[in-house]
């Protein structure tokens, strides 16, 4: 959700592979269209305009397919128009044997 009180442009979500482990793939029924995506990364094509106060009106939808088992990281970042150097979050995905 778009929290500030001005409207943000070209909002872009990015999904990446912290090590070997993991390798990602968009879902053939992913809405989101894709701007690149490799077996380590995905960056999703930027929404051009969020108005102050909406929320995230598209769905993200990936897969990731474990490789080794272990605990493997994620790092979810998105940039803006109004946060060009972007923030991030790490997420932990565990793979079973």
Known sequence: MNDRGAPDRNVALSVQALDDGITLR???TSPT???TAS???ID???IREMRPGEPLATSYRLEVRGLKPGT???RFSAVS???PAGISTDADIVVNP
């Open 26 to 28: 968009v879902s053939g």
């Open 33 to 35: 269209p894709v701007a």
């Open 39 to 41: 077996a380590t990364a």
């Open 44 to 46: 999703f094509a930027p």
């Open 72 to 74: 493997h990281r994620l």
């Open 81 to 83: 128009g109004l946060n």
